[in-house]
């Protein structure tokens, strides 16, 4: 029976959920705020440089914030079906609902939303996340959904992915998601670099390392599609149905942005070879030629300066000696003589 709004009176009271991840919530709104900014100081750019800007910081916040949001998401790989299932273990009370997983870099998140919500005097409205990243025990984690007398179906599929388990999920997602995870923040450094570079004249450079950006982006991504995808799935079956797991979309964006970061570096790099000059007004880089430092392209613009060779500075000219002697001005009083 239930009791206190429909809450039995021996458990803990559902917790308040939030929309979305808080993590990905903040991150979001920092980046959001930078765009915010930079939109505010916008108007005091002339000309074409504006759309420049505009362009470039764009591009910059889109990258740096996929590569953040991604690493802190719980959707690289995700599955969701509709079953008739039992409830609670050691009941003949079966319900409908539609069962969600979601497998991130640091962990799984399993859903349960009854259909209709309102089942068995019940709010059937579930979502526990387990994890496995460092720091955190997922053994421990999983004592507790038992202590706490979770739903059927959230202990089934979290009973999946412990150490113990016959499936070897555990070992196998949180592998991949540690390698994974650390290629990112790896990518995210070279983000970092990529913008200190392209605000100096240094470009090439800079194009170099929104390279590197890119190629740690998809060698995460192969890294996390190895060790998913070379052992066979395992089996999750559900009431009358299966679950089965594809890659979500943060597995998805992640391969559009790491593209996106090639393609981009080998535009700069291209760019830096073919036409200097004009990269350097795309970027707010204009400045004139020096006569004795000839830039080179090739070799990375002002910090590889080329000075002239012996061949091609002036040869020293020949004074004779009467000459010298008859410009000097004579100061003897016999010199007038």
Known sequence: MAAFGHTFPFYTGRKPTFPMDTTLAVIIAIF???????????????????????LRVVTSLFIGAV???????????????????????????????????????GGVNITLTGNPVQQLNETIDYNEEFTWHLGANYAEEYAQALEKGLPDPVLYLAEKFTQNSPCGLHGQYRLAGHYTSATLWVAFLCWLLANVMLSMPVLIYGGHMLLATGIFQLLGLLFFFMATSLTPPCPLHLGTAMLRTHHGPAFWITLTTGLLCVLLGLGLVVAHRMQPHRLK?????????????????????????????TAESPEPQDIPLSEVSSETPCEEPDCAL
């Not at 959001?32 to 505009?54: E, H, N």
């Not at 880089?285 to 300066?305: A, C, F, T």
């Open 281 to 309: 007004v795309f970027f707010s880089q204009s400045v004139g030629e020096d006569p004795v430092l000839e830039r080179n392209p090739e070799e990375g613009g002002l910090l590889s300066p080329r000075y002239r060779s």
């Open 67 to 105: 590569i953040l949001a991604v690493n802190f998401s719980s959707e690289w790989s995700v599955g969701k079906v509709n079953t008739n299932i039992s409830y609670k273990a050691f009941s003949s009370e079966w319900i409908s609902a539609d069962v969600g997983l979601q497998i991130g870099l």
């Open 32 to 54: 959001l705020t930078s765009l915010v900014i930079f939109i505010i100081i916008l108007p005091g750019i002339r000309g074409k440089m504006r759309l420049f800007w505009m």
